[in-house]
T-cell receptor, first 112, second 113 residues
Framework: DSGVTQTPKHLITATGQRVTLRCSPR?????VYWYQQSLDQGLQFLIQ???????AKGNILERFSAQQFPDLHSELNLSSLELGDSALYFC???????????FGPGTRLLVL | AQSVTQPDIHITVSEGASLELRCNYS??????LFWYVQSPGQGLQLLLK????DTLVQGIKGFEAEFKRSQSSFNLRKPSVHWSDAAEYFC???????????WGAGTKLIIKP
């Protein structure tokens, strides 16, 4: 158990819909990272927040957004969902930047 | 631009045999190097990391990795694999200049009984 929690574990929704994925980092960690893992694209870094502020952006679509709240939990919002958005979404946390990242168990999203 | 290459998509090893998973990176300075393991249906777990110092790094579950600057490599080794080692292994590289980790495509390890 890494100490990073993600909810929900599984999510099934339809194209065009919007979903919110939630992540609680390990106690004391200030950085939260979001990743997408799919069979064809592998593990893709989406975005990082550090102490409430966006710190780095990766291959995140404009339909996707994230935020980190004062209690340091983070949410990833996915809108106008497409079939290709079906994937595992991981959250990771670390104490700061360039520290070891600890991964949550992931949210499996299925868009039908 | 930084990149990470794991040249083997799949590797099959007999239980009890030794293992080496390859990881090559492209980066001008000394990077931070990580190996993670992902069991089926699970998140990624850190096996070991190299930031500086001794180039031979010991990790969990009996794994070790060696940083070779001249070869830009950070290969993962285990002297004797167990069936429970069957998983996907990811190499990742980080740098001071940005906050992202660059990930390899992963190597799926299959254990033959």
């Amino acid at each position: 158990d890494s100490g990073v929690t993600q909810t929900p574990k599984h999510l099934i929704t339809a194209t065009g819909q919007r979903v919110t994925l939630r992540c609680s980092p390990r106690s004391g960690d200030l950085s939260v990272y979001w990743y997408q893992q799919s069979l064809d694209q592998g593990l893709q870094f989406l975005i990082q927040y550090y102490n409430g502020e966006e710190r780095a952006k990766g291959n995140i679509l404009e339909r996707f957004s994230a935020q980190q709240f004062p209690d340091l939990h983070s949410e990833l919002n996915l809108s106008s969902l497409e079939l290709g958005d079906s994937a595992l979404y991981f959250c990771a946390s670390s104490v700061g930047n360039q520290e070891t990242q600890y991964f949550g168990p992931g949210t499996r999203l299925l868009v039908l | 631009a930084q990149s990470v290459t794991q040249p083997d998509i799949h590797i099959t090893v007999s239980e009890g045999a030794s293992l080496e998973l390859r990881c090559n990176y492209s980066y001008g300075a000394t990077p931070y190097l990580f190996w993670y393991v992902q069991s089926p249906g699970q998140g990624l777990q850190l096996l070991l990391k190299y930031f500086s110092g001794d180039t031979l790094v010991q990790g969990i579950k009996g794994f070790e990795a060696e940083f070779k600057r001249s070869q830009s490599s950070f290969n993962l080794r285990k002297p004797s694999v167990h069936w429970s080692d069957a998983a996907e292994y990811f190499c990742a590289v980080g740098a001071d200049s940005n906050y992202q980790l660059i990930w390899g495509a992963g190597t799926k390890l299959i254990i033959k009984p």
